[in-house]
């Protein structure tokens, strides 16, 4: 709803505050010409907001005076926006500084407030029932050093879920409505030097606003930039790398400077290219050094500077090996530096073959991804680059080289993580344009915040390598308009907005609307990523054999780590495949708009020029608990007590008991980032040269001696040969459309199950399974012994239940307590059940399915060895050793 223009002007008359002028910003002879620090220490927490009347702090009301942040991020075509006079919100008592927080929690960001939340069956839809909606204040008092008087101040914040308000001292500064985009504030007017300064920052997270968990809270990190008054632009260096050869790479170098100052002024703006390492360490020596370029700038303006360098014999960038560079840019006046910035990138090319696909450095590079949304299971949306890293590696094991950001800008620590690990990124900006999926959601604000948006995702991320493709949108209504015409127009709008901020990545979006690709959308696109259309394939290619093809989001398989259901079918929502609200893991079954992985490679197989795949999804994530969502969620939000108590019995009655799910079927990996089976499924096609074979399903099976068990293998050899307790049951070869080996026949008997691989008749690889005995004992597995004393650093520590033989109890659910001594602390648990409900930060847990996992975080500053300590009812307890270095 729009707010009357009279009343927006009666607010800003009663919110009416005397600011004084700032004293003219004087640059400090001493000062280092650029600082960026952590401002995530010492915040003050509260759910409180007593005051909120009327809904005097909602969008409605502070749209005029939040615009006026994204004022940079209009283009020239729009309207002139500044800040309303007043101070918005400036009468509240939780914006003041002489407000008393002293009883608020006391924490350091990245925080997300849902996680810590007890699960409860009756929040609405499918968010993984956590309580991440509603109001929550920040406040944080901060020391800035009368030295600093006449510096500019900037608050940098990667992401606040959602509609933040900033006030400094009282005085409102602005904010972002959407949760996923960076932004910057300048604090310099309301700045106090040499006295004790207080940010008050307010969010509001709309019930309906999402369809998966999206956290709450300042859940990415939060900085604080001082330079002086003549500095590079936020977001000011871009980086690219027109020519390349083995020889030489003509690496531009385009720098943007704001004068803050009341003075025009004369610059010289110089740029050095180093090398950098795997630590971000520079080379010793330049690779390219530019001559100086001399700049002008009046007050109050900026001004725009390229400069042309040559790194000879180039290191270049690709997902086997990512070299990096930084580029070093220094602002000098009068021959003094007054700003200096560091922009790490890389010396890659990218283009898109309709015939041949992915081109990078001018090779055939198939994309093998998967999509993934932000939150990190048990340790919900609050950013952890190890987490991050954890997440990465294990994909990176599996053959994964690329990442769809699904459906949102990512935190900039993934891109960076990205850029030195090797991974391709598709960048995506939203879930929809102006027609909502979800009441409150991003549809809400695109009128006036899409051209915002998409600048800042386009000027934040555009100088990293991993960047291959823009995304402006997932599975948008646009797209099913009967003759495109409004969609296509508007698709053009937004692909021209990102092209205006880079012109070296191809814009796409993924789309599961088999008209998209001939309504128009094709030709102002320069790629289609379709989803969950592979009858379209052949027929696009057929249609528009100059446009390249991809998959988007492709699979939507289901399934549950370790779980089997008998009998086995092809039908891929055989209802068989379901019980307890578990799904069968042989990788047979898929949503009903989906397809099982092997049904999705047939199809792009058959397709020249097909670039590659986004799998949905590479983890599990937390809500949209598919097939188990939509009629329990329905029966939940029955507002007739008494209708809802009859489906309620009629559920138990089918032996169906209400407890929806708190995450997904999708992933790879479950929630605790434990691979299912599907895992080896896709390393056998991903990593063709690496030896490897894996059965499913486990065999331990008393219950079913004698009964038909399917064994089926999945392997990147050709042909494998089974044997049941010594007994060959023969040797089968991959004909040409299938990919995985079966043996749908077999009877159980306890023992072994031996699978032996050949490729090209050579023994390839070999795998077991083995028929366990009871869990005998605990086995603690740290995926890292040392870890670094930051206040940040994680291990995450596997919990195997095994045998007397060291086998895995496949099923085993005993209960395991833990404890830690030394410099660390216990932050998380989790098993990768769908179904369970149990607070991510209890300090025990049952075991699905043989495995647990709990996460260690170290304490700052504090050094020494850690000891974890797992016990369970019947099992001899164990101990596991860590450092803190």
């Known amino acids: 709803m729009r707010t009357p223009l009279i009343l927006v002007a009666l607010f800003a ?35 409180t907001d007593a005051e909120w009347v009327l809904g005097q702090l909602d969008y409605a009301y502070s749209k005029p005076w939040l615009l006026a942040s994204a004022a940079d991020l209009f283009g020239p075509t729009s309207p002139r926006i500044t800040q309303p006079r007043g101070n918005f919100g400036g ?36 968010t993984g029932k956590l309580p991440w909606w509603g109001v929550a204040w920040y406040r944080k008092h901060f020391d800035v050093p009368a030295s600093d008087a006449g510096r500019r101040l900037v608050l940098e914040i990667d992401g606040a879920m959602a509609h933040s308000l900033v006030w400094l001292n009282g005085h409102f500064v602005g904010g972002w409505p959407y949760g996923y985009t960076s932004y910057q504030l300048d604090l310099t007017p309301f700045v106090k030097p040499g006295e004790k300064n207080v940010i008050a920052i307010r969010l509001d997270n709309p019930t309906e606003s999402s369809r998966w968990y999206p956290g709450g809270g300042l859940y990415r990190n939060v900085w604080l930039t001082k330079t002086g008054p003549i500095h590079v632009a936020h977001w000011g260096t871009v980086v690219t790398t027109p020519k390349i050869t083995a020889d030489a790479a003509h690496v531009s170098v385009q720098v943007i400077t704001d004068n803050d100052s009341a003075a025009k002024a004369s610059l010289s703006i110089a740029t050095e290219v180093f090398a950098l390492d795997a630590s971000d360490r520079k080379s010793s020596a330049p690779a390219a050094t530019g001559a100086p370029v001399s700049v002008g700038i009046e007050p109050g303006r900026q001004a725009s500077a390229t400069q042309s360098l040559v790194v000879t014999q180039p290191k270049l960038w690709s997902v086997s090996a990512p070299h990096r560079y930084v580029a070093v840019t220094t602002i000098s006046q009068d021959g003094r ?40 299971g048990a340790l919900g949306t609050a950013i952890n680059v190890r987490a991050l890293e954890r997440q990465l590696e294990i994909l990176r094991a599996m ?9 949102n800008p990512p935190a900039p620590e993934l891109l960076d993580l990205c850029d030195k690990l090797g991974f391709l990124v598709m960048d995506e900006a939203f879930d929809c344009w102006g027609k909502g999926k979800n009441r409150q959601d991003y549809h809400v604000q695109f009128p006036d915040w899409h051209e915002a948006d998409l600048r800042a995702l386009v000027r934040r991320d555009r100088n990293h390598p991993s960047v291959i493709l823009w995304s402006i ?8 308009w009967a003759d495109g015409q409004e969609g296509w127009k508007l698709a053009a709008r937004l692909a021209g907005i990102m092209r205006e901020e880079d012109r070296t990545r191809p814009v796409s979006a993924g789309f599961n609307g088999e008209i998209s690709g001939y309504n128009g959308f094709q030709h102002v696109l320069d790629a289609i990523g379709y989803n969950y259309r592979i009858n379209e394939y052949a027929r696009f290619r057929q249609i528009n054999p100059t446009v390249p093809l991809f998959g988007a989001e492709t699979a939507s398989a289901l399934s549950s780590r370790g779980v089997y259901f008998f009998p086995i079918s092809d039908n891929k929502i055989d209802p068989a495949s379901r019980a307890d609200f578990q799904v069968s893991s042989y990788d047979l079954y898929a949503a009903p708009w989906a397809t099982p992985p092997d049904v999705e490679w047939r199809a792009a197989d058959a397709v020249p020029g097909y670039a590659g795949e986004f799998v949905w999804t590479g983890f ?3 809500g949209e608990p598919t097939p188990y969502n939509a009629d329990l969620t329905n029966l939940l939000n029955f507002s007739d007590p008494a209708e809802k108590e009859r489906q309620k019995k009629q559920l138990e009655e089918l032996g169906r008991i209400p407890t929806p799910s708190r995450s997904s079927y999708f992933g790879i990996v479950d929630l605790a980032g434990f691979p299912k089976d599907r895992y080896y499924f896709y390393q056998a096609r991903w990593r063709p040269d690496l030896p490897m074979a894996h059965l499913l399903p486990h065999w331990t099976w008393p219950e079913r001696v004698g009964h038909v068990t399917p064994v089926h293998a999945y392997t990147s050899g050709d042909e494998a040969e089974l044997w049941v307790n010594g007994q060959s049951l023969g040797r089968k070869k991959l004909a040409k459309g299938e990919y995985r080996l079966r043996w749908d026949d077999v009877k159980y008997a306890p023992g072994e199950v031996r699978l032996v691989a050949y490729k090209a008749g050579a023994k390839w690889a070999e795998t077991v399974q083995r028929t366990a005995g009871p869990a005998a004992r605990l086995k603690l597995m740290p995926d890292r012994r040392e870890i670094t004393a930051d206040g940040k650093d994680l291990s995450f520590v596997t919990v195997r239940i095994e045998d007397a033989d060291g086998v895995l109890a496949p099923r085993a659910a005993n209960r395991v307590a833990f404890a830690v001594s ?15 409900f149990e607070s991510f930060q209890s300090k025990e847990r049952a075991a699905f399915n043989g495995l647990v ?6 304490k700052t500053g504090e050094f020494g060895p850690i000891t974890l300590r797992a016990t369970s009812p019947g099992l001899a307890p164990t101990e596991v050793s860590l450092t803190a270095k």
């Open 399 to 407: 053959g994964c080289n690329a990442i769809r950001t699904s459906h």
């Open 91 to 126: 009468h509240f008592t939780h914006t003041q500084p002489g407000f008393d927080d002293s009883d608020w929690r006391k924490l350091n960001l990245p925080h997300d407030w849902g996680i810590e939340g007890a699960f409860k069956q009756e929040y609405p839809g499918d």
């Open 853 to 858: 996992l709990v996460v260690i975080r170290t």
């Open 13 to 47: 008359l009663i919110s009416l505050r005397v600011i004084a002028a700032s004293p003219e910003p004087v640059e400090r002879a001493d000062a280092p010409p650029r600082e960026r620090v952590s401002f995530n220490d010492g915040w003050l927490f509260s759910r």
């Open 337 to 376: 530096v007054v700003d200096r910035i560091e922009t790490p990138f890389g010396i890659r090319s990218i283009a898109f073959d309709a015939d041949r696909g992915l081109l990078l450095n001018g090779e055939v590079v198939p994309i093998r991804g998967v999509c993934n949304h932000h939150d990190l």
């Open 822 to 836: 030394g410099p660390a602390e216990i932050i998380a648990t989790d098993n990768g059940d769908p179904t369970s």
């Open 620 to 622: 599990d994530y937390l």
């Open 473 to 480: 949108g997932n599975e948008v209504i646009e797209q099913w």
